[in-house]
């Protein structure tokens, strides 16, 4: 069974998730409008991988026991200034969400909820992969700036991403 105090962090975190997939679609939005349809659907990708995440959190807080809640997203930011504007926020919203999954492992250590725990380990792993795609993503934008020849390539590459869904066991 799930506390009341843990149930509210893992909604909250849930919404995090949710509310990071309309984002990185806005950030697709941006990239398309920018005619580098590349990095659009990179953003796409990551859209999905961060719908599949909410739905871990959905998943996991009904099969401990707990009351899943659907809480209000804010409209998330839709223009940027450059292609290593939007990478920089996305690395930012990163970053943040990585201080939220280190605190809800902090709390269901503090409620001794092993199961939370076991769960959350993924999550603390994948914001290790997720914070280094950026951070790649960025470095390599900052390699190419200001050529259109470099940008065009760079949105070549990172066309080929494709979704892949997590394992059950993930």
Wanted: one cysteine or more; glycine letters at 8%; hydrophobic letters at 40%.
């Amino acid at each position: 069974m799930i506390n009341p105090k843990l149930q509210d962090a893992l909604n909250e975190q849930m919404k995090n998730e949710f509310f990071s997939a309309y984002l990185y679609m806005a950030m697709a939005g941006y990239f398309q409008s920018e005619d580098l349809p590349g990095f659009a659907s990179w953003m796409r990708v990551q859209a999905l991988e961060e719908m599949t995440h909410g739905e871990k959190f959905f998943k996991f807080t009904c099969d401990a026991g707990g009351r899943t809640e659907l809480r209000p997203i804010d409209g998330p930011q839709n223009t940027f200034k450059s292609p290593l504007d939007a990478f920089e926020f996305g690395l930012k919203h990163e970053l943040f969400v990585t201080d939220r999954i280190g605190k809800l492992m902090d709390l269901s250590r503090k409620e001794g909820h092993h199961a939370a725990q076991i769960m959350l380990q993924w999550f603390v792993t994948e914001q290790v992969e997720e914070e280094a795609s950026f951070s790649l993503i960025i470095r390599k934008l900052k390699r190419v700036e200001g050529d259109g020849r470099g940008l065009l390539l760079l949105d070549q590459e990172l066309a080929a991403r494709v979704f892949v869904p997590p394992t059950a066991a993930a």
